[in-house]
């Protein structure tokens, strides 16, 4: 009748899929020009991750904000962050392809690298840009977002992949399906 289990062999690919959200999520977020802040009265100020705008209408006058460190750090920060992500996928990819307890392990790792290395990033960027610009109020926006949306996708797969060693055989399909529900 109806059972209802988890069958690993199948649902393996999931926390790789889940990866390439988050590498989706950090190149929309590194590349976005609309900007990660926006002024909340005369949408007359924004600021992206490489620079900030100020005008109206058609008539907007860019700076970068390369000129300052916090900038620089933050962008090294979340390229670098995206780089060993692209890896870790890599990595998870030939992990569950040979089910490699070590891969696992090592991807659970950079992906926690990933992760510390984002979360440093966008915390340097509200504090230090409230320090540049402190006139009125702003809204961080999606690109900002889709920041800390690819930052967390990295803590639960780092927590995943750390975990999936233990259920080595079942990812295998070595050992009889566990169901969680059998009708009488």
């Not at 005369?42 to 907007?60: E, F």
């Not at 840009?129 to 961080?140: K, M, P, R």
Request: net charge negative; aromatic share 14%; proline share 3%.
């Amino acid at each position: 009748m109806f059972r209802c289990g988890i069958a690993y062999p199948r649902c393996r690919w999931i926390v790789p899929l889940l990866l390439i959200f988050a590498i989706i999520f950090d190149i929309i977020a590194i590349a976005a020009q609309s900007g990660w802040v926006e002024d909340e009265d005369a949408k007359s100020h924004y600021a992206s991750m490489w620079d900030q705008c100020r005008g109206r209408n058609d008539q907007w006058q860019c700076t970068s904000l390369m000129s300052h460190s916090w900038a620089q750090a933050v962008a090294a920060l979340m390229v670098i962050g995206l780089i060993f992500l692209i890896i870790a996928f890599i990595i998870s990819v030939v992990a569950m392809c040979q089910i490699n307890v070590g891969l696992l392990s090592l991807t659970g790792g950079l992906l926690l690298l990933v992760a510390i290395l984002q979360i440093i990033a966008l915390i340097i960027y509200p504090v230090k840009f409230n320090d540049l610009i402190f006139e009125g109020q702003y809204y961080y926006t999606w690109a900002y977002g889709f920041a800390w949306g690819a930052t967390i996708l990295c803590i639960g797969c780092s927590i995943l992949f750390c975990c999936l060693p233990q259920y080595e055989d079942e990812l295998r399909g070595d050992v009889k399906v566990k169901y969680i529900y059998t009708s009488p």
